[in-house]
């Protein structure tokens, strides 16, 4: 299959990328600044001019976008739409126009988080950005043409970052790399639709 992977040169995607490679699958690497080819994800156009020049790809993949810590004493609404803009917006972008753009069957695989599900001090935006993600998928995958299926990613802190991350999430297991690759292979290679899929550790 040919699938993009957006994010692909990140902490995610540098494991996930040879990983699909690996198995026999055409891979293009989509990101802001590196890669086969140019995607923001805050630029509507961008993902459009994406889709035409990679064609009528069989999976999309995002690993790309990662919400902003907050304080939630000074959190205003609009730096709220602004931690939005790319990680779900752009998400879902992929999505709604990937859909006239993809091969018959073609599947989506976006990236959530942890805190949809566990609330975290300074993560109200990401926590809301990957409750609004779930939501998506779920609906997406009813309304999907031409047999296309969406699933989303959940991971909790991912085992490569915990020297990056730990001191903001004390206490918080890790989900092991490959552990998460593996679900990540799961969704452009298997069946399933509508799913959420939740790597806590």
Known sequence: MKVVVVGGAGTIGRRLVPALRS???DVVVAGRASG???????????IEAMYREV???DGVVSV?????LDEFATLTSEALQENMRAKFFGQA????TGQHHCADGASFTLTSGVFADRAWP???GGGVISGALHSFGLSAA???PRGMRINVVSPTMI???????AEHFPGMRAVPMDELVGHYLHCVEGDDTGRIIRAYG
């Open 159 to 165: 085992g490569d970052s915990v020297d990056a991350f």
């Open 122 to 124: 300074h993560v109200t």
């Open 36 to 46: 086969d080819v140019h995607v923001d994800l805050t630029s509507h156009s961008t």
């Open 23 to 25: 198995r026999g699958h």
């Open 55 to 57: 064609g009528a790809v």
């Open 64 to 68: 790309a976008a990662h919400g902003a």
């Open 93 to 96: 972008d992929l999505v709604l």
């Open 142 to 144: 009813i309304e999907l």
